[in-house]
């Protein structure tokens, strides 16, 4: 393995911002760049410094140099270029949605395992150190026994009327893991979940709405709002409501209020953007017991970014190496989709779903 991994990715729309993560990081280079639009493909290499342009993706995988690769294409699409380039030796970063369900999950882990090859999966915010500050002070008992999770998460994804650019629509269709949580959303579920401690997921009750569909001649539409309260080993639960689109929210590009509760405090996080540029992301904790007599509890607050795209290149550098576990190995990466998976299929069914096993 070379000094500084050298890194591939496929799909520069969603993934130039691994091109930048790879080029910037001490362990990592970014060397070639893959897609079907060669003319993003060249601008993206060109802003990067990047070697070598490629328009198919298995000139990419057959590029000798290259060591890994970060696979950022539409999940309808996704498998078998996941597949494909562990079959060819190289390490892999998977894009979210790790794929269209559990089963496609299942199949690339037993794909990456029998390569021997590194595979990692993407939820950019584990990375932040902020947020493994917070689980580990949860894990530590600092707010007490965490029993809740309650997530609110709205982003001003489009406008109504939309018709989606090609090549997008599989967020706008039921069914491909797009829609207000498949798309955003679920970094957010995802976030909360992670600083609980990822207790098992068992069940899952969940509404969705499509009320501002977009001008694609489907069957079902995406969910523009769904609201999921899902139930997890030990009686802990997590609730969330996401949107992409809100008509009295117009003026809104995102707002983030997540909140662990705790027997003896709480963790809360708060990210809000305003489109003229005003824009806030912060952790808050609250540790002690906070209504006791005289109010004793420690206040910390800390300002932070909303996601660290770098971080998540040096974690896969650094579980290729063999230096550490990655933030999001195969097996949260399986037991999250069983998640969502149940999560989608209440939403159908208008019932409690119980989580695969």
Request: proline fraction near 2%; glycine fraction near 6%.
């Given at each position: 393995m070379s000094e500084r991994i050298k890194v591939g990715v496929i799909g520069?729309?969603?993934?130039?911002?691994?091109v930048a993560g790879a080029q910037a990081g001490e362990a990592t280079?970014?060397?070639a760049v893959a897609d079907l639009n060669q003319d993003l493909a060249r601008q993206v290499a060109e802003e990067h410094g990047v070697a070598k342009v490629y328009g198919d993706y298995r000139e990419l995988l057959a590029d000798s140099e290259v060591e890994a690769v970060g696979i950022a294409t539409a999940p309808d699409v996704r498998k078998p270029?996941?597949?494909?380039?562990l079959e060819a030796g190289k390490h892999v970063l998977v894009q979210k949605p790790h794929g269209r369900n559990a089963a496609d999950v299942e199949e690339i882990n037993a794909v990456a395992e029998a390569s021997g090859k590194t595979l990692v999966y993407s939820y950019f915010m584990r990375h932040q150190e902020v947020n493994k500050e917070s689980q580990q002070l949860v894990a530590d008992g600092a707010i007490g026994r965490a029993y809740h999770a309650r997530v609110h998460y709205h982003y001003r994804e489009r406008g109504i009327g939309y018709e989606p650019p090609p090549g997008r629509d599989w967020l706008y269709r039921w069914g491909l893991k797009g829609g207000a949580l498949g798309q955003h959303g679920s970094h957010y579920l995802d976030q909360a979940w992670f600083l609980l401690g990822s207790p098992r997921p068992e069940w899952a009750f969940a509404i969705a709405h499509s009320a501002f569909p977009t001008t694609l001649e489907v069957e079902r539409h995406a969910e523009d709002y769904l609201s999921v309260l899902v139930g997890c080993a030990g009686g802990i639960t997590i609730q969330m409501d996401t949107s992409a689109l809100i008509a009295t929210w117009e003026d809104r590009a995102w707002d983030l209020r997540?909140?662990?509760l705790g027997t003896n405090g709480t963790i809360e996080v708060e990210s809000t953007s305003l489109p003229e540029g005003k824009r806030h992301s912060g952790t808050r904790r609250l540790l002690g017991a906070i209504y006791t007599e005289g109010d004793e509890f420690i206040d910390q607050s800390v300002d932070h970014s909303d996601g660290d795209f770098d971080a998540?290149?040096?974690?896969?550098?650094?579980?290729?190496?063999g230096a550490q576990r990655p933030?999001?190995?195969?097996?949260?990466?399986?037991?999250f989709m069983k998640l969502l998976d149940a999560i989608y299929l209440s939403?159908?069914?208008?019932?409690?779903?119980w989580v695969a096993r």
């Open positions: 520069c729309r969603v993934g130039r911002t691994w280079s970014a060397w270029m996941v597949i494909e380039a997540l909140r662990i998540e290149i040096a974690d896969f550098a650094a579980a290729i190496r933030d999001v190995a195969p097996g949260d990466a399986l037991e939403a159908e069914s208008g019932e409690k779903v």
